[in-house]
């Protein structure tokens, strides 16, 4: 059977760019069950309130939905359970110093599937402020403006 290639995007927390300023990303793998997997590969995933911790030396991943699979029997998966991160001792080190700083905290990016294997794009994030997200938003429309400026200018020949 031939393995998959490529990546094959599941779910995106979109919103996490716009709440958090983003200081680093790690790739992480994800131990998972097989009706996990299957309802993984229909597309169905929700990373919205999803986050993730070091506990003991380990890596998880946690309120991360992933629906119950709908042929699946009475083997279904919980959709909001505990989910082990797969990192080397070195990254998980690196990441709990990080988080055990203070302000820092772990949240899902975005859920894939990186040749054939499930996988979570983690960051190293801090919180915004609201009059952080309130001056970005400003600058995104003020971008927006300029470039509809300078495309009508364009369009007119001047």
């Known amino acids: 059977m031939p393995r998959e290639k490529g990546q094959n995007v599941v779910a995106t927390n979109r919103k996490a760019r716009h709440d958090y300023l983003i200081e680093d990303t790690v790739e992480a793998g994800l131990v998972l069950t097989g009706t ?3 309802s993984l590969r229909q597309g169905r995933a929700s990373l919205v ?3 993730a911790f070091v506990e003991n030396g380990e890596a998880w991943l946690d309120a991360v939905h992933i629906p119950e699979y709908a042929d699946g029997t009475w083997t279904n998966h919980a959709p909001r359970r505990k989910r082990k991160l797969l990192l080397h001792k070195e990254q998980i ?12 905290t772990l949240i899902p990016l975005q859920l894939y599937f990186a040749d054939g294997r499930a996988k979570v794009e983690l960051a190293v994030a801090k919180g915004k402020r609201e009059y952080d997200k309130r001056q970005a938003l400003r600058e995104a429309q003020d ?3 300029a470039e509809r400026a300078m ?3 364009n369009l007119r020949g001047e």
């Open 36 to 38: 996990e997997v299957k």
């Open 151 to 153: 495309r009508s200018r």
């Open 49 to 51: 309130d999803g986050y």
């Open 143 to 145: 971008k927006r403006e």
């Open 93 to 104: 080190v690196k990441l709990a110093n990080k988080v055990a700083q203070g302000g820092y």
